[in-house]
């Protein structure tokens, strides 16, 4: 299968974009991105074969809560749409979030995401991606906390280092 990445195009594409979100995320509208959110996002779509099979965005030294953390790669979302989930294009989609991040010289990778959505968490998990807190106030209709998690980038030289 021949994976490729495309930055969006906005605004021409803002409404796809939009219509892409409703499709993963739909059944909790309260987490969908208003247009003013992808308009300030770095956002890429995922091809498969030549279909478009989902979607990402970043914010740059930045962490989850918006404050800025320079070298901080966010990412504000991960999406494959429906028809196309259960196929490994997540992972496909996760391995070159984190291949972006290191091209791009960022030291930390930071991404939250409901605590029942325990796929996202595991497929985080097994990329290496580290548990870091729970926020409880992030996430309202439903109240549920977020799990924040992250990656770090700089290699671990060990303690003799």
Known sequence: MNIEFRRSILPI??????????????????DLFEPDAWNNL???WMF???????CCAFEQNCDYD??????????????ILPEFQGKGLGRRQKEWQIKYARD???S???TNMRQSNVKMKGLNES????????????YETPDEA????????VPDNGPDH
């Open 42 to 44: 770095e956002s890429y």
């Open 127 to 138: 990329v290496g991606f580290r548990f870091r807190c729970f926020d409880p106030d992030y």
């Open 13 to 30: 594409e803002l409404d796809d974009l939009l219509d892409c979100d409703r499709r993963i995320f739909g059944a909790f509208p309260d």
């Open 108 to 110: 930390v990778m930071v």
């Open 48 to 54: 498969a074969d030549g279909v478009r099979v989902g």
């Open 146 to 153: 977020a799990i924040v998690m992250e990656l770090s980038l």
């Open 104 to 106: 791009h010289g960022f």
């Open 66 to 79: 918006e404050r800025p953390r320079p070298g901080y790669l966010y990412i504000a979302s991960t999406g």
